[in-house]
């Protein structure tokens, strides 16, 4: 079925008469890469297209095109993995957000799904704020999710590892029929992090074998609605509340 807000669908009239009902345009980003031996392959971009198209039902904004492969180095060792250079990364973005602006979007919301394109989006976004009267925001899906899971997960810290109790939970509320619970597992690291507070750079492989880091088992899809349901209403406060857009699909003077 057609959607309303995703630009990709609309006909050059259609977004130049949408485009006058709102200066919000969403960017989802992701990744290509393994996510444990229960998930797909595209389970990063995935969950950010999907929590992309469920914002913009509620504030009006407009779906832009979605960077679906980005910087997975440290997982190439399984198959599937698709990575692409950080360069290669922020000039396609870059020129996604320059197109954008071209036509007239003042409001940017990043729905990113994959750590390794944080410190690049953000690169681009303070060249933006450097010269632009444009806003600019990012949500880190995954990390964002800690913030938001008191009452719900159970396998503290692990549970937001890498296609763990958290991941595996929105997968199974967003996408049930892409998971495939015969194969999921309970795979703690096989290494002990001895300085948690210097960053180094392992292979994924040196840590799992499966590509699953702590327990997918205990994840259920009642876990996954209600964390996808904290973060909505989470970003929702923060457009409303900060960049004046209203939840009935308008938008107030800040």
Not at 192 to 207: A, G, M
Not at 212 to 221: K, S
Request: net charge negative; charged share 25%.
């Amino acid at each position: 079925m057609k959607s309303t807000n995703l630009l990709k669908e609309m006909s050059w009239k259609e977004f130049e008469r949408r485009k006058m009902e709102t200066d919000l345009v969403i960017i989802p980003s992701g990744a290509f890469e393994v996510y444990g031996p229960h998930l797909p392959l595209g389970t990063d971009i995935l969950v950010s297209q999907r929590i992309s198209e469920l914002l913009a039902e509620n504030v009006n904004a407009i779906i832009g095109p979605a960077l679906e492969v980005g910087e997975s180095a440290m997982l190439d060792e399984f198959p599937g993995t698709i990575t692409i250079k950080p360069e290669s990364f922020k000039a396609y973005m870059n020129d996604t957000v320059q197109s954008l602006k071209k036509w007239g979007f003042k409001d940017f919301l990043f729905i990113n799904t994959h750590v390794g394109n944080v410190p690049i989006i953000t690169q681009i976004v303070d060249e933006l704020l450097r010269t632009e009267d444009i806003r600019c925001a990012q949500v880190d899906y995954w990390r964002f999710l800690k913030t938001l899971d008191e009452g719900v997960i159970e396998t503290g810290e692990l549970a937001h590892a890498h296609a763990s109790e958290a991941g595996t939970s929105v997968m199974m509320h967003l996408y049930p029929e892409l998971c495939d619970l015969d194969n999921w597992i309970n795979e703690p690291p096989n290494v002990e992090n001895k300085y948690p507070d210097i960053h180094h750079y392992p292979k994924l492989s040196t840590i799992t074998k499966s590509g699953t880091i702590g327990n997918a088992t205990v994840a259920t899809e009642e876990k996954g609605r209600e964390l996808v349901d904290r973060s909505l209403d989470r970003i929702k406060t923060f457009l409303r509340q900060s960049w004046g857009y209203k939840n009935e699909n308008n938008r107030e003077d800040t």
